[in-house]
């Protein structure tokens, strides 16, 4: 079981403030994102390759399309989570103004005074004062740098953050096919044999350009759209499932708590009610 308890959009992507009960399946999303433990449940997440366990003084940061799950170390309670998803668009934005990618250099953010009071003073923004758009925008830019810098900090020195991948052409048609064909009626095969490449090298070029699986990329482009969707709020829920090539709209539901840890039906509750009460810290 998971509830949502506040949704926010602006112009940086979206906030999620979740209480889960479960796990989540690896995945990816198009975004970047910095997740917070608030407390509850034990939980730890793999991320890349690395393992990562979360606590009050470490929060954790995913660059776009990195591959990762969540597992929690009990059920007995809840963990809450606070979820801040950064659209490419706004670090593109921001790149051009610091004259540099921004990207994570270590998918560990130490949770300094800094970063705690940030996080903090966005929270009390979200709960208590949803409708001031813009503070709560400026607390956001302000928490996602300090938490960019806090994640330099950790990242071992003589060491640089990895820039923005470079991808190969082949590899940007297949991503292209797959951003058409988001209903996946098309598989695998059929985007390595248009994209002019063998399975086998298709599976290679994700892994050495992207570091993730063409059906997690794939999942999380599906994902991407499901949400821009679901954050209309006028589309039916078996349309949104047919759209993007679900036989049953369970199968759907299925899908999307997997890799959000909510139902398509909260998920749309939250975003367009927002409700902010009741949060169990």
């Excluded at 640089?160 to 009626?185: F, I, N, T, Y």
């Amino acid at each position: 079981m998971a509830e949502t308890f506040a949704l926010h959009e602006g112009a940086f992507g979206r906030i999620s403030l979740l209480s889960l009960r479960t796990g989540l399946v690896s995945h990816a999303h198009s975004e970047a994102h910095i997740v917070w433990w608030l407390g509850g449940a034990d939980a730890e997440a793999r991320i890349g390759t690395q393992i990562f366990r979360y606590s009050e003084a470490q929060a954790s940061a995913v660059n776009p399309f990195e591959q990762h799950d969540l597992k929690l170390l009990s059920t007995s309670t809840p963990a809450i989570f606070f979820a801040v998803y950064i659209n490419k668009a706004w670090l593109d934005k921001k790149a051009d103004t610091a004259g540099r990618p921004f990207v994570f250099a270590s998918p560990r953010i130490t949770i300094g005074p800094e970063v705690r009071a940030c996080l903090w003073q966005l929270l009390d923004l979200i709960m208590s004062h949803p409708e001031q758009q813009e503070k709560i925008d400026a607390a956001v830019d302000e928490l996602i740098g300090v938490s960019i810098r806090a994640s330099l900090a950790t990242h071992s020195p003589g060491l640089s953050a990895a820039g923005c991948p470079l991808l190969s052409r082949k590899l940007r048609l297949a991503v292209g096919l797959m951003r058409e064909r988001v209903d996946v009626r098309s598989t695998i095969d059929d985007i390595a044999s248009e994209a002019g490449l063998s399975r086998t090298r298709l599976f290679a070029l994700f892994r050495d350009q992207l570091n993730t699986t063409p059906q997690v990329f794939w999942s999380a482009i599906r994902l991407e759209e499901a949400i821009r969707k679901l954050m209309t709020g006028d589309v039916p829920l078996i349309s949104v499932a047919h759209e993007l090539g679900f036989s049953a709209a369970s199968n759907f539901s299925r899908f999307f708590k997997e890799h959000t840890g909510v139902s398509p039906s909260d998920y749309r509750r939250a975003a367009l009610v927002q409700p902010l009460t009741g949060l169990p810290l």
